[in-house]
DNA sequence: CGAGATTCATGTGAAGTATACCTTTAGGCTTAA
DNA sequence: AAGCCTAAAGGTATACTTCACATGAATCTCGTA
């Protein structure tokens, strides 16, 4: 009977319209055909990386911008054209983009430099090479291609504030030693003060040209969300009013196009879902929250096991505010022993929270309590809702 | 009463350790001449 | 003798530990009005 109910169940989906003509269109990975609102930042970076062409080695570029503003997407669109003309007239151009946010794929020198290797087709180990013999490694492939390559470095604050800004001063170096082939570095950062910590001479180098991306407003958001639906949706899904919200809730934090855009994909999927033909308003509340919970969850679900129980341990805590380390480390403790996990000494567990907090799941900032001596206040900012379910995740990945 | 000293709980940096992985080298075994 | 495989030696990156010192406001202390 089961059986039958789910036969009908997908039969009904297929006869089900979708709402969606072309989901890709809103997904972040997405390079539209035409970008708008960005034109100047468009041209720019287009005049700075155009001497590439005639193989000669253009500046270096830093792009400022928080995030949603059309960064990557305006990289990844100039990357794509310099592509297809390289390809056209035979240049030896090449683009790598890597995003040192990732984790894992590019957070220390070594690993960053392997990732380039990799990109050129060498084979790296995940360690055991001497960082010198990996920067060789990358070096003699570069060398031997003679190309112009552009190294795109999304997200390049991450990888400074844990690997250190000697790396940037390594990759500008290499051009040094190249005879054939030239590198330059596109650096993107969602943090405007990121140049500030920087040492002055990586400083002069990478940003000898800098771009700002000042935020989308909202009339711009809703230019770029209703460019995007005609394609996205069949026509008369959106109900009046939708993008507008849509664009009112990116825009009332600073302009974030991704945000915008996610939003309106995920209301459609939720009304697609409840078998709904047109995306009301409500939906798009309904996707604020489930955008949330799917992006925690994902955080959470990846962890390693020993972050895991730490969270765990913090959400334990039947408050969202006024934890402190210490008051962590002793829940921490006895649920590693009922997990059968070797405890971390309370140093490490320190870094792990302040790991979390730059991953946005918790909000951790150190407080004196005067005499009471200095910890970590710990808070969250996630609904009471969305802990439990974060819990019972938690729970169930490890075994309790 | 107020300025300066004290205190607490833990932040934070540096150095050391364990583990996992890599390359090189030396020895042993096989094979072909 | 040359070639090939294997195991040991020597080296590295990373995650973690150990050690030692730094922090900073509530609280205490003590001199002064």
Known sequence: MAEKGLTGFFENFLKKDSLFAKKAVLQSSYTPGEIIHREKELNLLANILAPCLRLEKPSNVFLYGKTGTGKTLTAKYISEHLTTIAKNKKLAIKIIHINCKLSKVADTEYRLIAQLARELGKEIPPTGLPTEEVYNIFNSAINKENIQLLIVLDEIDQLVKRAGDEIIYNLTRINAELKHSQITLVGISNDLLFTDHLDPRVKSSLSEEEIVFPPYNALQLQDILRKRSETAFKPGVLSPGVIEKCAAYAAREHGDARRALELLRVAGEIAERNSELKIIIDHIDEAEEKIEKDRV?????????????????????????????????????????????????????????????????????????????????????????LIHKIASVLEQSLGL
């Open 297 to 385: 969850l994902d955080i959470v679900k990846t962890q390693p096991k020993q972050q895991q129980v730490t969270l765990h341990a913090i959400l334990s805590f039947k408050k969202t505010e006024g934890i402190f380390t210490g008051d962590i480390y002793d829940v921490y403790k006895k649920a590693c022993a009922r997990v059968g996990l070797r405890p971390l000494t309370q140093r490490r567990v320190s870094d792990i929270i302040g790991e979390m907090d730059m991953l946005g799941i918790i909000n951790a900032r150190v407080i004196s309590k005067g005499r009471f001596g200095r910890t970590r206040e710990i808070s969250l900012s996630i609904p009471s809702s």
